[in-house]
Each structure stands twice: as structure tokens, then as C-alpha cells.
């Protein structure tokens, strides 16, 4: 359910939401695996037994790249990456030699995991066995926990007064200790069953100590499942200092010389969500506020600050006072006030009296609404 919500969901950071929703994804065909054979149900659903082990070995993949849209607000390519390929590389190829040597290997692999689901992690696979795709695949996520922690801490110190950011930091720092917590668990496990020693409280049976490492883990699991669905902020980014102005337009260059921000929509997406929204009129909703702007485009409230700041050198007040000025000049240009009173144009504007209309009409053309009537008119 939380890996189609995120698929589905509309975002204001589309490629990260889809990272995160990928590693939920993986994280629910783990589960729903680990419950079929831990369930002894394999010999029911035999098929469900050999292909998985290929999203599992690519499950650093998402983690890296939603750390990295998110930390970065951007997608950004190094040749070094192909090594977080290099534990799907394998699976892959393990996985394509047992179904060409289906008739033996494959029926024995079933055969044992079916009787003994804890022998299915000494399988031999071509490259590797069982056991040993368990331990890489957690410790290419522990070193790419790693290699995210410098730009985490770096990240986390932006925005401190922002409240949204505040709960991203917060969002971001459990995910990353959790995700770190069971890849530890998982490695030393997977070291366990290789050197046949026990690591997890030596006094108890194996039984037991089994069922620690697994409570631990599955609570991470359902921790790790119900936080985004408390906090869906943190499907949105943050924007993140940059030195290219090339986007700024030339009235607030000057302000904005040695850097400026990068929003986590693109400029254009920005731009067409506002245009929507002076098509439908909201800035002449008297609660037409930041909020419910960032309700109606879908995106974080600081994100609109940023871009009406950095885009229109404005707030976000005087952007909407401003759009509802040129409505009143249009109003009056086209003969409102011959009939009408200024009262009634203030309310058709949005104001709650004329008095706050009237100044700032007088802020925005340098004379009051009558005398802007009798000059156009």
C-alpha cells in the first residue's frame, strides 16, 4: 500500500518520491517472501522462491539516489556510481545460471528450503551462495549509508528555522539510522551463518538468538512504514543554494548575484501551477493564504517563498496583492467604479475593507482608485 502511494501520489520531487516508493517496494516483496517460506508455504509457491534475489541485490540503488535528490535536489551521474550495480550484476547472473540448470539445481534448492527454510542461505549459486548475496547487498547499503552521512549532517544544518525542514531533517536522520541499524544486524548475521559462530547473545539456542535479529528487524521494518504515512512533507524537497543566476530574471540579479535557489519543481512547472491558479482567480479568496497556495500546488510552502523571493524579488503577499491590483485596474479600466463604490470594489478584491484597499492601491500605482478612474477614463 505505502510503495503504490508513492508511486501514485503527486510530488513536488517526482524522482525522489519514485526512489522511495522502489525501495518500499523491494522491502514488500522481502516480506511477503520471507512470510511464504518462513510460513512453510514454498512448496505452494515455488516460483516465488529464486527471482526476487535481483531487487533485493539492488536495494543500495534507491537508497543511494532518494538520499541524493534529496540532499542535492538533483540527479547527478559519477562513474563510480556503476559500483552500486555491482551486487545486481551478480544476482543477475546467479540467478539466469540456476534457470538454465533448472531440472537439477533448482528443484534441489526448493527441496531444501521447503524442509528446512534456514538451509535456503547455503544454497550454491554459480558466483556466490546465498548467504554471501545476503551479506554483499547490506554491505554495499552500509557503505552507501557511508558516503551519505557527510552530505546528511551538511544538509541538516540548512533551514533550521524552517518547520517543514525541520521535519525532513527529522524524516531523514531516523530513515538513514534505521536503514544503518538493520544493515549492521543483517551483516553480522550473514557472518554468523558463514563462519558458523554465534554473534547474537552466544548463551541462547539458535532458535532464539534467530528470533531477536528478526523482531529487531521487522520492527525497523514497521517503523520504517508507518513514519512517511505521518509525516507526507517529506515527499517534497528542499531547495538547495546553486551559482548558476542564469534563470533570474534581470529587475533582482543584482540581489541574488552570488547564489540563488534551486526549487524542487522545475522553473516552467512552477511557473504553469501559478498561471492555473490566477486563471481560477484563488488571489481573490480573502483566505487565500501561503498555505493554501502550497495546498493547491501541491509543493512545500518554502518552496513558493523561494521562487516568488528569488523569480519576482516579492513575498508572497505582495505577489498576491499585486495580481489582485492589475484585477482592480482592469475593474476600473472597463467603468466599475460609474456604478460601483470603492467599498464594493475592495470587497470584490479580496479586501476586508476599503481603507487596506485603498493603500495599498495607492502603494502599487502612486494615486487612490478615484483618481486612477479619472486618469483612465
Excluded at 482592480?328 to 456604478?339: R, V, W
Aim: aromatic content about 16%; proline content about 4%; hydrophobic content about 50%.
Amino acid at each position: 500500500m505505502l510503495s503504490t502511494l508513492l508511486f501514485l501520489k503527486r510530488s513536488s520531487n517526482i524522482q525522489a518520491t519514485f526512489f522511495l516508493g522502489s525501495f518500499y517496494f523491494i522491502l514488500s516483496v522481502y516480506l511477503l517472501q520471507t512470510y511464504i517460506v518462513e510460513g512453510g508455504n514454498l512448496d505452494q509457491a515455488p516460483w516465488f522462491f529464486l527471482w526476487p534475489l535481483i531487487p533485493y541485490n539492488a536495494l543500495c540503488i534507491p537508497i543511494y539516489y532518494y538520499f541524493q535528490i534529496i540532499l542535492k535536489d538533483r540527479l547527478q551521474w559519477n562513474w563510480w556510481q556503476l559500483l552500486l550495480f555491482v551486487p545486481l550484476l551478480v544476482a543477475v547472473i546467479d540467478v539466469a545460471y540456476i534457470y538454465l540448470h533448472q531440472d537439477t539445481n533448482y528443484a534441489e534448492i526448493i527441496q531444501q528450503a521447503t524442509i528446512n527454510p534456514e538451509n535456503r542461505l547455503h544454497a550454491d549459486y554459480l558466483v556466490l551462495n546465498l548467504n554471501q548475496h545476503v551479506l554483499i547487498r547490506h554491505l554495499w547499503q552500509f557503505g552507501v549509508l557511508l558516503v551519505v552521512l557527510p552530505q546528511l549532517k551538511a544538509f541538516v544544518k540548512l533551514g533550521k528555522y524552517d518547520s517543514l525542514k525541520n521535519i525532513l531533517n527529522k524524516w531523514l536522520i531516523v530513515f538513514w539510522t534505521v536503514l544503518f541499524i538493520m544493515a549492521v544486524l543483517v551483516i553480522l548475521y550473514a557472518i554468523e551463518k558463514m563462519l558458523g559462530v554465534r554473534l547474537f547473545y552466544p548463551w541462547l539456542k539458535n532458535d532464539r538468538q534467530f528470533g531477536i535479529v528478526t523482531v529487531i528487524l521487522y520492527l525497523a521494518v514497521l517503523f520504517l512504514e508507518i513514519v512517511p504515512l505521518y509525516f507526507p512533507s517529506i515527499l517534497h524537497g528542499y531547495p538547495q543554494p546553486v551559482k548558476n543566476i542564469s534563470a533570474i530574471k534581470p529587475e533582482v540579479e543584482k540581489d541574488v548575484e552570488e547564489s540563488h535557489l534551486k526549487y524542487g519543481l522545475e522553473e516552467q512547472v512552477i511557473l504553469e501551477k501559478l498561471e492555473l491558479l490566477n486563471q481560477r482567480k484563488l488571489y481573490l479568496d480573502q483566505n487565500f493564504t501561503l498555505t493554501k497556495c502550497a495546498q493547491e500546488m501541491q509543493m512545500p510552502a518554502h518552496h513558493i517563498s523561494y521562487f516568488l523571493k528569488n523569480y519576482y524579488g516579492q513575498s508572497f503577499i505582495v505577489y498576491k496583492n499585486d495580481l489582485r491590483m492589475e484585477y482592480a485596474k482592469n475593474l476600473i479600466e472597463n467603468g466599475y467604479l460609474k456604478n460601483g463604490t470603492i467599498e464594493a470594489l475592495a470587497s470584490e478584491c479580496a479586501f476586508a475593507s476599503r481603507t487596506s484597499f485603498s493603500k495599498a492601491f495607492k502603494n502599487a500605482t502612486g494615486v487612490s482608485p478615484s483618481q486612477y478612474a479619472l486618469e483612465v477614463t
